[in-house]
């Protein structure tokens, strides 16, 4: 953080941290600009996420489910290091070993209710009121993901437009 700071970058939070690494890191941004007397705007910073919505939570996650697994196993593939030997990161990404090991396991259903906005409209509401909540009001969805069906994006979408966004207006966002 403190390199992204130093070089007046802006922050893009990745679609892999929970709810609550999204409020922690922000406010270590907020912390550290105002540490070398930079300003921060809401606009410095970006939240990606995992978006699916469907008329009930438990659809959402099961049709999204395969998709997002083949999606996240590619990824995890794409950007290991060569046979899983983790100490060839670097000192810096120390925290990134765990999730490179040959036995690491995805918990699906934790980064349903954690991580991924996979769910009913009210749902999805819910957690991105909480996004808003913690300083976060730029989000990047990722909607087309592993393979999922094109029709099922168009209908999340939306299904996402019609009852989710008409909730956060610039009034309510403020």
Known sequence: MERVVQNDWNLLIGQAESQRQVADQIDFYRNTLADSEADYTSQRVVVARAMYAAPTTEQARGEAKIPFLWFKDTG???????????????????????????????????????????????????????????????????????????????????????????????????
């Open 76 to 174: 995890q593939e794409v950007s290991a290091p060569p046979d899983h030997r983790v100490e060839l990161l670097p000192e810096e990404f120390a925290t990134y070993h765990s999730r490179y090991t040959p036995d690491a396991r995805f918990d699906y259903a934790a980064s349903c209710d954690n991580v991924m906005l996979f769910g009913s409209p009210d749902h999805i509401a819910e957690r991105v009121g909480q996004l808003l909540d913690s300083g976060a009001e730029n989000l990047i969805f990722f909607v087309n993901f592993g393979g999922i069906e094109h029709q099922n994006v168009l209908d999340s979408l939306e299904l996402f437009a019609s009852e989710v966004m008409p909730r956060f207006t610039d009034s309510q966002a403020s």
